[in-house]
């Protein structure tokens, strides 16, 4: 059952991700920030009234899929690692709608298996209209697409699919430093300044940018008490011994597998959740992390047990960046990648060559303390031409971890990480 349903039976006892909040309109951004300088094109596209598609166990299971394949191929052994899968849906989603083909085929089969772009869709459109955004649990998405003038002429067709289903703002620019500046600045805007940059400078030869924003900020359902915050050890992945300080409560939904042990944190509102999974002291996180599934992973939390447990979480925060070209090649998606075998032809038409993905970027940052969570993630793709308790249990993660921000309704993750070191 899910986490509220849990939460009832206990009688009196949540996810990051930064996203385009313009997209769907879940919520504005107030970050003051420098304006965006490009024409906003959405004035003359009208969303059109679409379908929408019941959050079900197909769409649950499949993108746990994705996600922890993602996870699972963008971890790093030497340093902690953070994702949002949420946000590299949505961009990689977007951008199939303009693929047709083999290499349609290859983004539908890697983003959700057996489930057509125009199925998956609907499926986004209804989910990211279901995610709560409230006060002190904060959820905002946001989509942007930028093509160059003159070299790029975008299909009609392909972006009146992105006006209806993901509200994206539209921009045509210059693709010169003026343009770097503005998405950058549309960026920081969009994840409330929690990320301030996504591009160093554009190509030549790029002619369309696919950008995903999420944003998250939410505080604890319980905050901690200046009592409960204390100095303790915690063992890094090289077994150095760290001095950082610890937040320490009682939870009551304990994690228990045969190779680990966790717990599930609940924010405000309790629209979601922090999920911490902690393996066993003789398996390194890389290691238990190839034996996870999406299906594995829906299953540690709704299988949760209601137990009272003594929690003792580290503070941390940092940021983490990503290029997952390997990553979405070793999921089967590889023509996307490829000058002479991408098809992009319903994206829209170059007369300066093929187009084809050069680069999916992703930038992440995290910051965990007494009062919350703060959480952004932006996905660029660059398009180049060419119950009650019974006993006690503790769970201090005191060593290399695994945590997760789910959204409580699917336990799907919205953001997912490791935590191998503290300083």
Not at 244 to 267: R, T, W
Not at 385 to 408: E, S, W, Y
Request: hydrophobic share 40%.
């Amino acid at each position: 059952m899910m986490i509220p349903e849990l939460k009832k039976l206990f009688t009196a006892i949540l996810s990051i991700t930064i996203f385009i909040g313009a997209l769907i309109n879940i919520t504005a951004c107030s970050f003051s920030t420098s304006k965006v300088q490009a024409a906003n094109l959405m004035d003359g596209i009208k969303a059109n009234p679409v379908s929408e598609k019941n959050i079900d166990e197909k769409f649950i299971y499949n993108t746990a899929d994705f996600s922890i394949e993602l996870f699972k191929n963008s971890t790093d052994d030497k340093e902690n690692s953070l994702i949002s899968p949420l946000s590299a849906m949505l961009a990689l989603a977007m951008t199939a709608n303009g693929a047709d083909n083999e290499t349609l085929a290859q983004m539908e089969k890697a983003l959700g298996k057996d489930i057509s772009i125009e199925d998956l869709n609907k499926y986004l459109y209804t989910y990211m209209k279901k995610l709560p955004n409230e006060e002190k649990s904060k959820l905002t998405i946001a989509n942007s697409i930028w093509f160059k003038e003159n070299d790029f002429m975008p299909s009609k067709d392909f972006l009146q699919i992105i006006a209806d289903y993901y509200k994206a703002d539209i921009f045509k620019a210059a693709f010169d430093s003026s343009t770097v500046n503005d998405i950058n600045n549309w960026v920081k805007s969009k994840t409330n300044g929690i990320i301030d940059k996504i591009l160093n400078k554009i190509d030549p030869e790029d002619v369309m940018y696919l950008i995903n924003a999420v944003a998250f900020d939410a505080e604890w359902e319980t905050v901690y008490e200046k009592a409960s915050v204390h100095e303790d050890i915690f063992t890094d992945v090289y077994g150095n011994r760290q001095k950082v300080e610890f937040m320490n409560s009682e939870e009551n939904m304990y994690i228990e597998e045969e190779n680990a042990v966790g717990f599930v944190k609940p924010y405000a509102k309790n629209h979601y959740s922090f999920v911490a999974i902690l393996p066993d002291e003789n398996i390194f996180v890389n290691e238990y992390i190839k034996t996870l599934t999406g299906q594995k992973f829906i299953d540690l939390i709704k299988n949760a047990k209601i137990t009272l447990v003594r929690a003792s979480l580290p503070k941390f925060k940092y940021e983490y960046t990503i290029k997952m070209n390997e990553t979405l090649e070793s999921l089967g998606m590889t023509d996307a990648f490829l000058p002479d075998k991408a098809d992009f032809s319903k994206l829209g038409k170059s007369d300066i060559g093929n187009l084809y993905i050069s680069e999916v970027l992703h930038k992440t940052f995290i910051s965990v303390d007494e009062l919350g969570t703060k959480a952004g993630a932006v996905t660029s793709v660059d398009i180049t031409a060419a119950g009650i308790p019974v006993n006690f249990k503790t769970v201090k993660l005191n060593r290399p971890f695994i945590f997760a921000i789910i959204d409580n309704s699917t336990n799907l993750p919205i953001f997912i990480g490791t935590v191998l070191s503290l300083k």
